[in-house]
């Protein structure tokens, strides 16, 4: 049996998010050291790739925005989560001491993640137009240094936040499906998000 996890426009927006980061973290990393520049010619080269970064880094901002207003209240923190972080060492290590980690559609590990997601991607967009010279050519020399000094080190964090997201997605079995089918089977629901899917199970039919 399958149950449904995300629809359709959840999906696709999932994946626009994905493209648009790629498109946005490998121009960006062109301009983070002069060993990476080369990465400028999968955009048409260096004057390409710095026109084109911003705006790609806004349209995942935007995109995230949009996936964000429907998840934000799955991933508010609660008793539930304090316990599956109390439990998440014996998970990660396998040791299965206390039977199937309680949560609801969202684990703490995934809420955590999508917070530091919201909180990165507030600041990218915000030491951006700091130092967005095409729109904004004026402005203090000091300001747009501290601006570029934030606008890397939270960058930094997201690269490794989804590099986490995505090493868990691929080490927790059947969760790969959810982002590529809209689906999960009835025994993956019931050992990973207990809770969810009692609530699902529950719910009257359509």
């Not at 026109?51 to 949009?66: E, R, T």
């Not at 699902?200 to 359509?206: D, G, H, Q, S, Y």
Request: aromatic letters at 14%; glycine letters at 8%.
């Amino acid at each position: 049996m399958l149950l449904q996890r995300y629809r359709d426009s959840q999906r696709i927006n999932h994946w626009l998010i994905v493209l648009l980061f790629l498109c946005a973290g490998l121009s960006g990393l062109a301009f983070f050291h002069p060993s990476l520049y080369f990465l400028t010619h999968l955009f048409g080269g260096g004057p390409w790739a710095r026109v084109l970064h911003p705006y790609m880094g806004l349209g995942m901002v935007i995109a995230f925005a949009f996936l964000a207003a429907q998840m934000w209240r799955d991933n508010r923190w609660t008793d539930v989560d304090r316990q599956w972080m109390r439990q998440s060492g014996d998970m990660i290590f396998g040791g299965h001491k206390h039977g199937t980690q309680p949560a609801h559609k969202y684990n703490a590990g995934q809420k955590i993640v999508f917070w530091i997601m919201v909180v990165s991607l507030l600041i990218l967009l915000v030491t951006g137009f700091m130092f967005w010279h095409a729109w904004f050519p004026d402005g203090n020399i000091l300001m747009r240094r501290v601006a570029v000094v934030l606008h890397a080190a939270a960058a930094a964090i997201l690269i490794l936040t989804i590099i986490i997201h995505v090493y868990a997605a691929i080490w927790v079995k059947g969760s790969f499906r959810a982002m590529t089918r809209g689906t999960v089977t009835d025994t993956w629901a019931a050992h990973h998000h207990p809770l969810w899917h009692k609530a699902v199970k529950e719910r009257p039919p359509a």
